[in-house]
T-cell receptor, first 114, second 114 residues
Framework: KNQVEQSPQSLIILEGKNCTLQ??????????LRWYKQDTGRGPVSLTI???SENTKSNGRYTATLDADTKQSSLHITASQLSDSASYIC?????????????WGLGTSLAVNP | DVKVTQSSRYLVKRTGEKVFLECVQD?????MFWYRQDPGLGLRLIYF???????EKGDIPEGYSVSREKKERFSLILESASTNQTSMYLC?????????????FGQGTRLTVV
């Protein structure tokens, strides 16, 4: 069964600290993995996409990694800011002929406190 | 910038009412999607459309219908609203259905059915 699991479910950190969010997936065949940031009461916004051949990709203070062998991805946030408080959602794309589908994780809720 | 606009941020409707949720995108995207998002369940695809007047069922189409008469507009219809349809509804659009294409989301409509 195609699944995407994220951990932790929620996280509280102090402003300026770093954190790492995890995404494990059992999806086949894997096409790509995308991280979204969703502010409270808003729609998700894409942070980065990881394809099979990519190991690391950065977008400002956000760095995503992908290990296709262990089917794990992480999102590392450096020097956190109050505006990083949001839900971070991992989504994996399945692509096999006519089966083109997105498998969504439940997200990690991050609170950055001053 | 891509803009996906949902007609309402908040809606309160009565059980049995017919409800229309409207979504407009301004970037000539081919694909449009309707999701609902519930705590503990994540984003679930209700319907999507890859062309005008074309629609396909997602994972949870029961109780919903859609309409796409123009490329830029995708409407979600709750034929007879029920309390279990209380949820956050998110519209999204993407340029094509190629593998790495990004979905852009609207701000969401929080629907309460009483």
């Amino acid at each position: 069964k195609n699944q995407v699991e994220q951990s932790p479910q929620s996280l509280i950190i102090l402003e300026g600290k770093n954190c790492t969010l995890q995404c494990n997936y059992t999806v086949s065949p894997f096409s790509n993995l995308r991280w979204y940031k969703q502010d409270t009461g808003r729609g998700p916004v894409s942070l980065t996409i990881m394809t099979f051949s990519e190991n690391t990709k950065s977008n400002g203070r956000y760095t995503a990694t992908l290990d296709a062998d262990t089917k794990q991805s992480s999102l590392h946030i450096t020097a956190s800011q109050l505006s990083d408080s949001a839900s971070y959602i991992c989504v994996v794309r399945v692509n096999a002929g006519n089966n083109r589908k997105l498998i969504w994780g439940l997200g990690t809720s991050l609170a950055v406190n001053p | 910038d891509v803009k996906v606009t949902q007609s309402s941020r908040y809606l309160v409707k009565r059980t049995g009412e017919k409800v229309f949720l409207e979504c407009v995108q301004d970037m000539d995207h081919e694909n449009m999607f309707w999701y609902r998002q519930d705590p503990g369940l994540g984003l679930r695809l209700i319907y999507f459309s890859y062309d005008v007047k074309m629609k396909e069922k997602g994972d949870i189409p029961e109780g919903y219908s859609v309409s796409r008469e123009k490329k830029e507009r995708f409407s979600l219809i709750l034929e007879s609203a029920s309390t279990n349809q209380t949820s956050m509804y998110l519209c999204a659009s993407s340029l094509t259905d190629t593998l790495n294409t990004e979905a852009f989301f609207g701000q969401g409509t929080r629907l309460t059915v009483v």
